[in-house]
């Protein structure tokens, strides 16, 4: 099971880089990839799918409400989602 997880993020992250332009652009999404795969998927033996899905949405919500990103202004990522979405810009959008 461990190994056709592998393979699959592997697979998205090849597909991903592919319609990047430049490194620079797709650094983010591979940087969270590279985190995802570090802390739960590497370090975890899983009996079954539904066990993946779990420990994926928990590893999810950590990030969105705990990770400070540096980029956005160490604030967490559903702080920097509810601000771009508070602006009068995107309201139009």
């Known amino acids: 099971m461990k190994a056709s997880l592998r393979w699959l993020i592997d697979a998205r992250a090849r597909i991903r880089k592919s319609r990047c332009p430049s490194s620079a652009n797709c650094a983010s999404p591979e940087t969270s990839s590279l985190t995802l795969k570090?802390?739960?998927?590497?370090?975890?033996?899983?009996?079954?799918?539904?066990?993946?899905?779990?420990?994926?949405?928990?590893?999810?919500?950590?990030?969105?409400?705990?990770?400070?990103?540096?980029?956005?202004?160490?604030?967490?990522?559903?702080?920097?989602?509810?601000?771009?979405?508070?602006?009068?810009?995107?309201a139009a959008a």
């Open 38 to 90: 570090k802390q739960v998927l590497w370090v975890h033996q899983f009996e079954n799918a539904e066990a993946v899905g779990k420990a994926l949405v928990d590893w999810a919500k950590i990030y969105n409400t705990q990770w400070l990103i540096e980029r956005h202004g160490h604030i967490t990522p559903a702080q920097a989602r509810a601000r771009y979405y508070e602006t009068p810009l995107a």
